[in-house]
């Protein structure tokens, strides 16, 4: 099982960010697909997920209406768009499958002016 994240970076708050995860070794249209991230100080938190065949994605409260969770099972990517980023969304965000124990490198989100 391999899981690469991408997108992350510097954005200004209200900005906006797309975040990818690239997925292999696994039947990826099989099973849901969750980001989580860990800002420093805080436990893990999860922060999205979204079915194997669709469905009404989940989120965290603090985020609904700002981000989306999609897939794309031809491509093997999950991916997370955040909009409208604040104070509370700094963290190194990753994905999983909702199986087994297994992560990415993670990738970074600050929010500074």
């Known amino acids: 099982v391999r899981l690469v994240e991408s997108g992350g970076g510097l954005v200004q708050p209200g900005g906006s960010l797309k975040l990818s995860c690239a997925a292999s070794?696994?039947?990826?249209?099989?099973?849901?697909m969750s980001w989580y991230r860990r800002a420093p100080g805080k436990e893990r938190e999860l922060v999205a997920t979204i079915g194997s065949a669709g469905g009404p994605p989940t989120y965290v409260d603090s985020v609904k209406g700002r981000f989306t969770i999609s897939r794309d099972n031809v491509k093997d990517t999950v991916y997370l768009q955040m909009n409208s980023l604040g104070p509370e969304d700094p963290a190194v965000y990753y994905c999983?499958?909702?199986?087994?124990?297994?992560w990415g490198q993670g990738t970074q989100v600050t929010v500074s002016p």
């Open positions: 070794g696994f039947r990826f249209s099989w099973y849901d």
């Open positions: 999983k499958a909702n199986f087994g124990d297994h």
